[in-house]
């Protein structure tokens, strides 16, 4: 079974900058997407940042211009570099991981992510 692992988060001030790392117990350029969830408390989880076929990628609206997505194939690693960051970006973070045509799906357990001054 594939297991996702995610890291990084924690407590940080408004313009502040923080990187999640979502380590994968199997090669991630086997996958066909990795990305980013969040969900913050009495909101549903939305989709963050998404890497397809180790290339192309997705962002949500609110964080364009502020979240990075990248990966590192040699760690087994995505990352999710955070910079700007602003309160409604509090939530918890959520790693995912999906084989071409939907066949599997994995997530992680997530690392919460609270940005207050």
């Known amino acids: 079974q594939v297991q996702l692992v995610e890291s990084g988060g924690g407590l940080v001030q408004p313009g502040g900058s923080l990187r999640l790392s979502c380590a994968a117990s199997?090669?991630?350029?086997?996958?066909?997407?990795m990305g980013w969830y969040r969900q913050a408390p009495g909101k549903q989880r939305e989709l963050v940042a998404r890497?397809?076929?180790?290339?192309?990628?997705n962002y949500a609206d609110s964080v364009k211009g502020r979240f990075t997505i990248s990966r590192d194939n040699a760690k087994n690693t995505v990352y999710l570099q955070m910079s700007s960051l602003k309160p409604e970006d509090t939530a918890l973070y959520s790693c995912n991981a999906g084989r071409r045509w939907g066949t599997a799906n994995y997530w992680g357990q997530g690392t919460q992510v609270t940005v207050s001054s």
């Open positions: 890497m397809i076929d180790g290339g192309r990628t």
């Open positions: 199997t090669s991630i350029s086997s996958f066909y997407a």
